[in-house]
């Protein structure tokens, strides 16, 4: 298992996130997006930011292999989103997730870093389904997780958290890579 690896495309460089990453992660968790779509977090400043990784990101990556990945440009190295797998509470199986800053939207980034990191999921991490949820109004990554190959299966609400959901499973077969 490729423990703490870093991941290419053609076009970006996908890394595992680390504390110093907390600016980033702090600008990234602020937008108006994320707030609306994945939820507040409530990170003010960078030394919270920097909690957040070392306490939700990082134990995950120690015990798993993986958690959240920044995304950055192989062009000029600037980050521009994450992409990760997650062992979310409530979600049956591991969870892509995914989000990028308003300025690099709709431009196959997000598709592109998600199908990377689905792969690592396949053949480095040996998962054979993953899971992907978003709200019901968060149309975006509705149509991305269906262009990856995701089905909607259902709905769900989190532990703590009474939004209902949208669930989206994909399984991997070898006439998938086809």
């Given amino acids: 298992m490729p423990l703490h690896q870093t991941y290419t495309t053609q076009r970006l460089f996908i890394k595992p996130t680390e504390k110093e990453d907390a600016a980033f992660i702090l600008e990234l968790f602020n937008t108006p997006k994320w707030k609306q779509f994945i939820g507040d977090r409530n990170l003010k400043t ?61 431009q196959g980034y997000a598709y592109e870093a998600s199908k990377r990191v689905m792969e690592a999921a396949f053949f480095d991490f040996g998962y054979k389904t ?42 991997f077969s070898v006439e998938a890579e086809s």
Avoid: H
Wanted: contains cysteine.
């Fill in 130 to 171: 993953l899971s992907g949820i978003t709200v019901k109004n968060n149309y975006a990554s509705q149509a991305l997780l269906e262009k990856l190959g995701f089905i909607k299966t259902g709905t769900l609400t989190l532990p703590n958290d009474n939004t209902p959901l949208f669930l989206y499973q994909f399984t």
């Fill in 46 to 106: 960078i030394t919270e930011a920097e909690t957040y990784i070392t306490q939700k990101m990082l134990p995950q990556r120690e015990r798993l292999g993986f958690s959240n990945y920044t995304v950055l440009r192989k062009s000029d190295g600037i980050k521009i989103g994450t992409c990760g797998l997650y062992d979310r509470e409530g979600v049956q199986g591991i969870d892509l997730g995914f989000a990028l800053l308003p300025a690099y939207e709709k």
